[in-house]
């Protein structure tokens, strides 16, 4: 079956460690996006990217990177300078061609900071 | 600037109807998207409507679209418990990378 896989779904930090989220999709789809969730808040866009080897800032960027050197897989690093990166992470694609702007989610990451 | 708003809580009686309300910003928005969020789960898309059309109907969901203003409701008939979950309104944002702009979400809550 097609979909987005997310790993892990749940992740626990210390202050001042990076750490890295998976995200892999196998619908062939060429974009790909992170958001990130916080209770009582819209969903936020911290990066996107529409090819390999290309990806841009979303509204939130500071704080996280991330590479797009396979179509499939788009994983995002929390760096030790996301002030507050406690947070539901939810990884998304959407068809090149897909007029109607669909976004596929996966089943998201949890990441807490103790 | 872009900018989607829902009321944050909905509790309604099973077989009753629910209208999930937003309003948003944008009106070069080409299409209008509802999603669902299930607890600890990522989002469904639910239905979408296209910019030139008033309603949608797809079996027991009802959208209808204000365009003038800038409204646009998601009616479910017959709330079922299954339905409870969380619900996104969300636009196409016109501004370049077909981003969508997400509100912060109805959490509808279906009690007997």
């Known amino acids: 079956d097609g979909g987005i896989t997310q790993s892990p779904k749940y992740l626990f930090r210390k202050e001042g460690q990076n750490v890295t989220l998976s995200c892999e999709q196998n619908?062939?789809?060429?974009?790909m996006y992170w958001y990130r969730q916080d209770p009582g808040q819209g969903l936020r866009l911290i990066y996107y990217?529409?090819?390999?080897?290309?990806?841009q800032k979303g509204d939130i960027a500071e704080g996280y990177s991330v590479s797009r050197e396979k179509k499939e897989s788009f994983p995002l690093t929390v760096t030790s300078a996301q002030k507050n990166p406690t947070a539901f992470y939810l990884c998304?694609?959407?068809?090149?061609?897909?007029?109607?702007?669909?976004?596929?989610f996966g089943e998201g990451s949890r990441l807490t900071v103790l | 600037g872009e900018d989607v708003e829902q009321s944050l809580f909905l509790s309604v009686r099973e077989g009753d109807s629910s209208v999930i309300n937003c309003t948003y910003t944008d009106s070069s928005s080409t299409y209008l998207y509802w999603y669902k969020q299930e607890p600890g789960a990522g989002l469904q898309l639910l239905t979408y409507?296209?910019?030139?059309?008033d309603m949608k109907q797809d079996q027991r969901l009802t959208v209808l679209l204000n365009k003038k203003d800038k409204h646009l409701s998601l009616r479910i008939a017959d709330t079922q418990t299954g339905d409870s979950a969380i619900y996104f309104c969300a636009e196409s944002f016109s501004g370049g990378y077909n981003k969508l702009i997400f509100g912060a979400g109805t959490r509808l809550a279906v009690h007997p």
């Open positions: 998304a694609s959407k068809r090149g061609d897909a007029n109607t702007g669909e976004l596929f």
């Open positions: 619908l062939n789809h060429d974009a």
């Open positions: 990217s529409q090819i390999v080897n290309d990806f």
């Open positions: 409507i296209f910019s030139n059309m």
